[in-house]
């Protein structure tokens, strides 16, 4: 059984706009009946297997690419730990966003929609662009000032109908559902539309199905929070299921130049808060995080925590990934490596297995710093 809740008003399988109306407040829930389509996927990472979880009606035969994770013997050692890099961006766009952007696309679809719609700082819509083309959708972009120029550059090569504005981040998504309302156009965005967060939730099932020794820590890079729920609905729907019997402990990682979802969190808020906004890392500079509702709500809820660095070691902890390791990821992921050091101390752990998500390539931040 697939519902809504949380502010509901209207049935997103009946209404195209609902989730516009109702802005970061909708969720969908789910009751697993057949468990064993689940462990097929967690064998296959076929998209076909997963019909209980997402909200689309049809069943899709569809090969998720594989997450690749490793781990170095010289680090492990020198901090009494054991590091797992989680580099998810050996897919079609190069950042985490695609699992988000595939199953966007098929509601579109099913929903029969002709264009879909999407704000972003570069990763979001560059994977909806792909997907777009990929099922003959149309798709309009709406970025902010200082999305990189490698990703505007791809953008224009994809063929989107681009849109670029001096604002910041959520007065870009503004005019985003400003166009999608007038015209009549899907609306992608993270942190309004459910959707997206049952795709990214799917990577959550990926990786314990990669993984089979127990996930002690996940340390994920945070903007606007849609990546952060999404893993956090996927682990809770796991344990509550009892695919796995443990729970993992939960780490966002923001800069300290946009510490947005940060300062709900450590204030107990449950609602988002507007901040101001000015870090390098384009992929987590979010003044207001969209999905700060549930991110709130799941990371509450599974017991983590959040943390914050500053924008000169985040930078400095990718120049050691890259040539200390070979790693060459987005500064947003980088934070996860540059908490590091903090995260051990600050919990006193030891011989730990913890995880660290690398939600984009470095290719696309070329000339940022």
């Known amino acids: 059984m697939k519902k809504i809740?949380?502010?509901?008003?209207?049935?997103?399988?009946k209404q195209k706009f609902s989730h516009i109306e109702n802005y970061g407040k909708l969720d969908y829930v789910y009751r697993i009946k057949n468990k064993k389509k689940i462990k097929k996927f967690l064998e296959t990472s076929n998209l076909k297997f997963l019909d209980q979880i997402l909200p689309l009606k049809k069943k899709y035969?569809?090969?998720?690419?594989?997450?690749?994770?490793?781990?170095?013997?010289?680090?492990?050692?020198?901090?009494?730990?054991?590091?797992?890099?989680i580099?998810?961006?050996y897919n079609f766009s190069g950042s985490f966003k695609d699992r988000a952007s595939l199953v966007a696309c098929l509601d579109a679809k099913e929903k029969k929609m002709k264009e879909v719609s999407v704000a972003s700082s570069g990763n979001a819509a560059i994977s909806t662009a792909i997907f777009c083309n990929m099922f003959k959708l149309k798709c309009s972009v709406f970025i902010p000032k200082f999305t990189s120029k490698v990703k505007i550059d791809l953008l224009k090569k994809l063929g989107c109908k681009l849109f670029q504005f001096n604002l910041q981040y959520n007065d870009v998504v503004k005019k985003c559902l400003e166009y999608s309302k007038k015209n009549r156009t899907y609306n992608r965005c993270t942190g309004i539309n459910p959707v997206t967060r049952d795709g990214k939730?799917?990577?959550?099932?990926?990786?314990?199905?990669?993984?089979?020794k127990k996930i002690d820590y996940l340390v994920i890079p945070v903007g606007d929070g849609n990546i952060l729920s999404g893993c956090l609905k996927g682990f809770e729907e796991l344990y509550q299921n009892k695919f796995i019997k443990y729970k993992t402990n939960f780490v966002g990682v923001?800069?300290?130049?946009?510490?947005?979802?940060?300062?709900?969190?450590?204030?107990?808020?449950?609602?988002?808060?507007?901040?101001?906004?000015?870090?390098?890392?384009?992929?987590?500079?979010?003044?207001?995080?969209?999905?700060?509702?549930?991110?709130?709500?799941?990371?509450?809820?599974?017991?983590?925590?959040?943390?914050k660095i500053d924008d000169k070691k985040i930078v400095k902890s990718r120049e050691i990934l890259m040539k200390q390791y070979g790693i060459n990821c987005c500064l947003a992921s980088a934070s996860t490596f540059a908490i590091l050091n903090n995260l051990i101390?600050?919990?006193?752990?030891?011989?730990?297995?913890?995880?660290?998500l690398l939600t984009g390539t470095g290719y696309k931040d070329l000339g940022v710093v």
Do not use: H, T, W
């Open 5 to 13: 809740y949380k502010n509901s008003l209207y049935n997103l399988n």
């Open 61 to 85: 035969n569809f090969l998720f690419p594989q997450i690749y994770i490793k781990s170095f013997d010289r680090l492990n050692k020198k901090i009494k730990n054991k590091i797992f890099f």
């Open 87 to 89: 580099e998810d961006y």
């Open 201 to 212: 939730k799917i990577f959550s099932y990926q990786l314990i199905s990669k993984f089979k």
């Open 254 to 307: 923001q800069s300290s130049q946009s510490p947005s979802f940060y300062n709900q969190f450590i204030n107990n808020r449950s609602e988002p808060q507007k901040n101001i906004s000015f870090s390098k890392c384009d992929s987590i500079n979010v003044d207001y995080p969209l999905d700060g509702y549930f991110a709130y709500k799941y990371l509450k809820k599974m017991s983590g925590f959040m943390m």
């Open 345 to 356: 101390l600050k919990k006193k752990l030891k011989n730990k297995n913890i995880f660290l």
